[in-house]
């Protein structure tokens, strides 16, 4: 199984803030040199809610999420970015690879407002 | 707008079989793979297994083989989960939710079912 390792498992940021979520995954997660898509997505939950998809192809912004959000990496070392952090982003964050099943996630990150 | 209807909270004892249902709506039921995750209290997500309702054919986590069935019935756009042999560590959530196929990320997921385990 592909093991998914985020870093760190919980982090404080001001209002207005940067904040910076890792995904490390075991093998890579590219599964065609021709197209460079990379099987991994970001994912948010809130209490009480199903997670919410944010990113997936390691980069593509799912419709309707905010452009604040944003990933990036390659091979097997993934980002999420939040460029100025709301209120309303505080949840837990997960990083999730389909490139094979499982599907594994990462433990996930709990994001706070400092 | 697509909707995943999960079936209500379960309490069953150590040993029972539980069976969640999720019906889901706005969507054709044939197009996307229908995935089930566990989230125990407090803790992280685990993919648990899928089904593709066109066909039936299921792929489930090594952790949960031999003890999970998921199939799907497409009369009724209704997927289904069943975890046989519970134990205490099997009180959780547990989430069904869709993706095109088996190499693309979940889009929509349902709020949840509850199933506790305890004598």
Not at chain 2, 100 to 107: A, F, K, N, Q, W
């Amino acid at each position: 199984d592909i093991v998914m390792t985020q870093s760190p498992d919980s982090l404080a940021v001001s209002l207005g803030e940067r904040a910076t979520i890792n995904c490390k995954s075991s093998q890579s997660l590219l599964y065609s040199s021709n197209n460079k898509k990379y099987y991994f997505a970001w994912y948010q939950q809130k209490p009480g809610q199903p997670p919410k998809l944010l990113i997936y192809w390691a980069s593509t912004r799912e419709s309707g999420v905010p452009d604040r959000f944003s990933g990036s990496g390659s091979g097997t070392d993934f980002t999420l970015t939040i460029s100025s952090l709301q209120a309303e982003d505080v949840a837990v964050y997960y990083c999730q690879q389909y490139y094979s099943t499982p599907h594994t996630f990462g433990q996930g990150t709990k994001l706070e407002i400092k | 707008e697509v909707q995943l209807v999960q079936s209500g909270a379960e309490v069953k004892k150590p040993g029972a079989t539980v069976k969640i249902s999720c019906k889901v709506s706005g969507y054709t039921f044939t197009d996307y793979y229908m995935h089930w995750v566990q989230q125990a209290p407090g803790k992280g997500l685990e993919w648990m297994g899928l089904v593709d309702p066109e066909d039936g054919e299921t792929i489930y986590a090594e952790k949960f083989q031999g003890r999970v069935t998921i199939t799907a019935d497409t009369s009724t756009d209704t997927a289904y989960m069943e975890l046989s042999s519970l134990r205490s560590e099997d009180t959780a959530v547990y989430y069904c939710a869709i993706a095109r196929d088996s190499y693309t990320p979940v889009e929509d997921w349902g709020l949840g079912t509850l199933v506790t385990v305890s004598s």
